[in-house]
């Protein structure tokens, strides 16, 4: 199943904020996605009921299995063609923006080869 960019996106924030704070909140991730307490809270609310996503009773967010696979295959996706980009002479911040946009929507070939151009070309 297909999930849309948006959710794939909370899902990526909530990986990158979980290894860099330990505990994640939904203030962590509207701060960090520049959203509304409010629509993090609607979503966080739609993650729990498709499974994406556990929340304690204290309010910190935890991503299940299924949410994890989600997040850890967008934040490599990003990592990778960001890295694609500058090797071709983009900058920095140009291509990590550039590359939040290219990852929801390369195919999985497309990514592949270009996962493989890296590995064999990094430095």
């Known amino acids: 199943m ?3 960019e948006s959710a794939e996106n909370y899902l990526e ?9 330990g505990c994640v909140r939904s203030i962590d991730v509207a701060n ?21 996503v556990s929340v304690d009773t204290g309010g910190s967010i935890t991503l299940t299995a299924k949410g994890q696979e989600i997040a850890e295959r967008m934040y490599e ?13 983009v900058d920095k911040e ?3 923006a550039d590359s939040c946009k290219i990852e929801h929507d390369i195919s999985d070939v497309s990514f592949a080869k270009i996962k493989e151009h890296i590995s064999k070309h990094a430095k």
């Open 32 to 52: 960090f996605l520049n959203f509304t307490k409010p629509s993090v809270s609607v979503a966080m609310k739609n993650f729990r009921e498709e499974g994406y």
């Open 2 to 4: 297909r999930i849309q």
């Open 94 to 96: 140009t291509a990590y």
């Open 13 to 21: 924030a909530i990986l990158i904020l979980k290894s860099k704070k």
């Open 77 to 89: 996706r990003h990592q990778m063609i960001a890295k694609a980009l500058m090797t071709l002479g």
